[in-house]
């Protein structure tokens, strides 16, 4: 009925502003991040670890 509600604090503002920032930061460098990954040749080495197969024995 006669509810109240509560004007957003200054501080919480500045909050979403500074989680919207580091979001924005986070995708610039995970979309950095694809692009180099894209850029780049395929390994040429085998499947697995070669280790492996020496580890292993029954």
Do not use: C, V
Request: charged fraction near 40%; aromatic fraction near 0%.
């Amino acid at each position: 009925m006669g509810e109240k509600t509560n004007p957003p604090k200054k501080g919480e503002a500045a909050r979403k502003e500074r989680l919207a920032e580091a979001l924005r930061a986070n995708l610039q460098k995970r979309k950095a991040q694809t692009r180099s990954r894209r850029a780049g040749d395929a390994d040429q080495r085998s499947e697995g670890l070669p280790a492996a197969g020496k580890m292993h024995k029954d």
